[in-house]
């Protein structure tokens, strides 16, 4: 559909924008007990599909007064306690996560009509963890990360790219040594929502949440 100029007949076109979703439903008899399983199986399939970036997920977090506020990362690892990212600590995300350990994940794949919501607090990964994962990545990338105030005003391009070169000749062939500034976070996950999307829109959508036995699985009203 082509969207106009105009704003009211934007505004109109956008409203008329309307797909179905027909991809399959999600029955409770599919889901696995664990939703960290329910969620590997998710992601594989997340992963075989074209996606771009099927592992890029919207973070939320928000002030100690509950300000909140949202941005992409990348999931680097998923294991049995949470869901891990990598960031530098003295962004706005990780002094909102400082301030406030309360996150939350969501994944969109729309090409299956998939949207999965986690809940929970977060931790610091340990130093080791970091450094395993920071010596991983490319040399332009460490470099990148050990000149970036992230969220910090910058006088300009130019003042980044000078920085940028500087360190990338001071390193050259070289270890680039961990920032104190950088690392992971772990989200601890108590709530995780699977959706599927279904024909007029009575979509699936399942929630587990953690409780002292275990995981309590509850089918959602769309
Ligand atoms: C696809 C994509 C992936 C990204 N991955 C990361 C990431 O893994 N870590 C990160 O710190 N920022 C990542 N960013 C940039 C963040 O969205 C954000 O701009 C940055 O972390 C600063 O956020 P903050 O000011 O809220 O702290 C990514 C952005 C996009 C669009």
Known sequence: MEIKNNSAQRSEALAKLRREYLHKGLDESELDADPFVQFRHWLDEAIAAPFLEPTAMTLATATKD????????????VDDRGFVFFTNYESRKGEELSENPNASLLF?????????????????????ESKAYFDERPFASRIAATISQQSRVVRSREELEKKFDELAMRYKG??????????GFRVLPGLFEFWQGRENRLHDRFRYSRGAHGWRIERLSP
């Open 66 to 77: 509950g300000k909140p506020s949202a941005r992409v990362v990348l999931l680097k690892k």
């Open 108 to 128: 969109y794949w729309d090409a299956l009509e998939r949207q999965v919501r986690i809940e929970g607090t977060i931790e610091r990964v340990s130093k080791e």
């Open 174 to 183: 070289e270890i680039v040594p961990l920032p104190s500034f950088w690392g």
